[in-house]
């Protein structure tokens, strides 16, 4: 069994790109960093995926998109802008975030079917042009998404259609709900109650994800969300009592980072 470090949002602008290669060694840099997720609507994506390519082929660095349904422009062109109340607003950027698209879960099945085909064609798109970039990956897929909207069951079932359309095969999938006891073990004092909350949720949602996701998925063990923000914090007596309980399962951890700080001009959607 493996513990993998993970950046999430790789490629917001071409300089935060080079600044998480800087944190691999497999990468020619000094740190932890093995893979990385990509923003396929990022005005710096191209530019990000020069960057990586060379250790994505040399197999150092694995890449995955990041799915992004609530930050930054749309790419998905089937959608109808300015649909009230929609994945677009009528400028074109994705208007949504978490709760919004929980809601739309919760809604009738009319405006959850039609916010399901928004998802399904943003997805789509991303992952078309994730596809265009590394072909190569397109026979053993990583998913995630930009803040684990794809724990909510209707996104779920979108983006993994939307896989499928694009003849993708799913291999590899981040199920974003954090075992509780390695925290109340190592340090029960620094959790903070929002990050608990939201652990919570995501918890509540996995079960349709394991059971909808494909038997041979390769799903590891996941730590990211209860010191999101802080996890500089998870020292090595955390990873430890982590990595027991994964192999336990008889599965990786995967333990996610955001180790670029942005300024909020340079993120995709600076008003949001």
Excluded at 71 to 96: C, F, N, T, W, Y
Excluded at 224 to 251: C, F, P, Q, T, W
């Amino acid at each position: 069994m493996a513990t993998v470090f993970h950046a999430d949002d790789f490629g917001i602008t071409e300089a935060q790109a080079r600044s998480i290669l800087a944190l691999s060694d497999a990468c020619g840099g000094s740190g932890a960093i093995q893979s990385v997720s990509i923003f396929t609507n990022s005005p710096a994506f191209e530019a990000s995926c020069a960057l990586a390519r060379p250790y994505v082929e040399s197999g150092a660095l694995r890449i995955g998109p990041h799915i992004n349904l609530v930050e930054g422009p749309s790419i998905g062109h089937s959608i109808k802008h300015g649909r009230h109340g929609g994945l677009v607003d009528q400028g074109g950027m994705l208007a949504l975030d978490f709760v919004s698209l929980l809601r739309g879960a919760l809604a009738g099945e009319h405006t959850q079917e039609a916010l399901a085909g928004e998802v399904f064609a943003e997805c789509r798109a991303q992952i078309a042009r994730f596809c265009e970039a590394f072909p190569e990956e397109r026979d053993h897929l990583r998913l995630d998404s930009h803040q684990h909207v794809h724990m909510i069951p209707f996104v779920f079932d979108a983006m993994m259609n939307a896989a499928a359309a694009c003849g993708c095969t799913v291999t590899d999938l981040r199920v974003s709900a954090e075992p509780l006891g390695p925290h109340l073990a190592a340090a029960p004092g620094r959790l903070a109650s929002v990050n608990a909350v939201k652990n919570g949720l995501l918890g509540f949602l996995a079960p349709h994800v394991r059971h909808v996701a494909p038997k041979t998925c390769r799903i590891p063990v996941f730590c990211g969300v209860m010191l999101s923000g802080r996890m500089d914090e998870a020292d090595a007596a955390l990873i430890a009592r982590m990595e027991d309980i994964a192999a336990k399962h008889g599965r990786d951890l995967e333990i996610l980072t955001h180790p670029i700080a942005m300024q909020r001009q340079e993120c995709l959607d600076p008003g949001k």
